[in-house]
């Protein structure tokens, strides 16, 4: 049956708010940069590494990575095998962000499914070109349960400050890490604990305004979950 909306009404009807019982779904979509390469012709290329990670994973994953400013081309698309024989899927590409591609500045995100998304921004020129914080999952250590980790390093000659903020599902934070030259830091949210294998979070950094990495998805357990 077709329900016509009334007239002068938004032809779109709303979404009813609030959570759904969700299926455990067959993938675990993670995605970081890599590293950043420079050669003397003007070329700087990004590296994504996307994978699809943990026995949970017994499914093809698709992602798609777009370019939000600086250069044209894309969507760029890619299927990720599952985790298999003790080893996640992986695919990893390059973008140049060079001559004519931005000249060092990037914007680029990778969407794959279940509301999954990374996204990565920044000046490979720029201050914050030592910086990096890329994601994994692992049990948390007061929970046991599984949680999105942040792996923040710093190669540059100058101690930093990352910054952490919830930007969904939390309500706490943020959270700040100094990180001095050559060291790791690493932090973990609980997602599964708290808001149902949700997360939502955005990192970055004092060195750099320009440098962000906003990672969203779902933590699957093979248990049944809510939607996000």
């Excluded at 020129?125 to 049990?139: F, L, R, W």
């Excluded at 390093?153 to 700040?176: A, E, F, K, L, Q």
Aim: charged share 15%.
């Amino acid at each position: 049956m077709q329900i016509n909306p009334a007239p002068g009404t938004n032809s779109m009807p709303t979404q009813e708010a609030g959570t759904r019982p969700a299926r455990a779904l067959p993938y675990q979509p993670n995605a970081w940069v890599d590293h950043i390469e420079y050669d003397a012709n003007g070329q700087i290329l990004l590296w994504i590494d996307m994978a699809n990670q943990g026995p949970q994973a017994t499914a093809y994953a698709h992602y798609s990575i777009y370019a939000n400013n600086y250069r044209s081309g894309g969507p760029w698309q890619y299927t990720v095998a599952p985790y298999a024989n003790g080893k996640d899927g992986t695919a990893n590409d390059y973008f140049n962000i060079g001559t004519n591609y931005g000249n060092g500045q990037y914007d680029l995100t990778c969407v794959g499914p279940n509301r999954f998304l990374r996204r990565f921004q920044g000046n490979a020129n720029g201050a914050g070109k030592g910086c990096e914080a890329s994601t994994y999952y692992a049990p948390a250590p007061n929970t046991g349960q599984e949680a999105v980790w942040f792996k923040m390093t710093n190669t540059g000659s100058s101690t930093v400050t990352y910054t952490i903020t919830s930007t969904n599902y939390r309500t706490d934070g943020p959270w700040t890490y100094q990180v001095a030259p050559g060291a790791t830091v690493s932090d973990y949210f609980n997602a599964v604990a708290y808001d149902n294998g949700w997360y939502d979070f955005t990192v970055t950094v004092d060195a750099d305004s320009s440098w962000s990495r906003r990672a969203t998805g779902h933590i699957e357990t093979g248990a049944a979950s809510v939607s996000g």
